[in-house]
């Protein structure tokens, strides 16, 4: 598996993939746009499956009372696939339910238990001209944990490393990400070999896919359970369509 090869040996591989001049010194003016087709291919593969070798889960320690938290450094939202909470470091793990509705949250305050939903729980800031809002978010838990000793695991992908400067590696299959980058580019060219590349990316990438074992990811269903379904934090359990209202 190709991995970790540097930005600037993707640019060469894929000048060679198109046909275009291996000289560096020449088509120096298009290789910021090389390099930024190069980095969103990467990203759109890491963001389609859930690659085996870029598996991580984080444990965060729960807080009796405390019902928000911010995420991990190496696990921001769009990496995690699913959150459980086991009431102790023996305890078993408890897959939470993504999704908390306003009629959840009873008026007269918090309600405290062991938690069963979470939510991102987005911010605003005010105080300018213009209202902005936090892109990164929260974690909001519900119940709030009832006791410390509480932990919360996140499970899901590594972070994606940048591909900017020349040394920068890449963490998805090189010639995957080359593949694709060159049948775009022969696409938007015209030219005649477009279809043939992309037939040539698209059988790299099953074949890949399947000696990996990778799955594709699976978008969280922001309103909450569906009837009868699987839960969208993908525990793969069946749920009625009843909301959680905590007592």
């Known amino acids: 598996m190709p991995l970790s090869a540097t930005l600037l040996d993707l640019r060469r591989e894929l000048r060679a993939e198109v046909g275009a001049s291996l000289n560096p010194a020449q088509g120096t003016q298009a290789q910021d746009a090389i390099d930024l087709l190069l980095a969103r291919q990467q990203r759109e593969l890491w963001d389609a499956y ?32 699913e959150i459980m909470v086991a009431a102790s470091s ?16 009873h008026a007269s305050g918090t309600q405290q238990g062991t ?18 809002t936090n892109p990164l978010g929260q974690i909001e838990l519900l119940p709030t944990p009832s006791s410390d000793g509480m ?29 694709f980058a060159a049948a775009e580019m022969m696409s938007v060219q015209k030219s005649e070999g477009a279809p043939m590349k992309l037939t040539k990316a698209q059988n790299y990438l099953r074949r890949l896919l399947q000696d990996q074992g990778a799955d594709k990811r699976t978008n969280y269903n922001m309103g909450g359970v569906s009837r009868f379904g699987i839960d969208p934090d993908k525990s793969r359990r069946l749920v009625p369509y009843k909301d959680y209202i905590p007592g």
């Open 115 to 132: 938690p069963q939903r979470w939510r991102n729980l987005a911010s605003v800031d005010t105080t300018g001209a213009s209202p902005v």
């Open 151 to 179: 932990i919360m695991r996140l499970a899901g992908q590594a972070p994606l490393s940048p591909l900017i400067a020349d040394t920068d590696k890449c963490n998805i299959d090189s010639t995957a990400i080359v593949l």
């Open 50 to 81: 859930n690659w085996q070798h870029l598996k991580l889960w984080v444990d965060v320690p729960l807080a009796a009372g405390q019902a928000i938290y911010e995420y991990p450094a190496e696990m921001k939202f769009e990496q995690i696939n």
């Open 90 to 105: 023996t305890s078993s793990w408890v897959p939470l339910i993504y999704g908390i509705r306003p009629h959840m949250v």
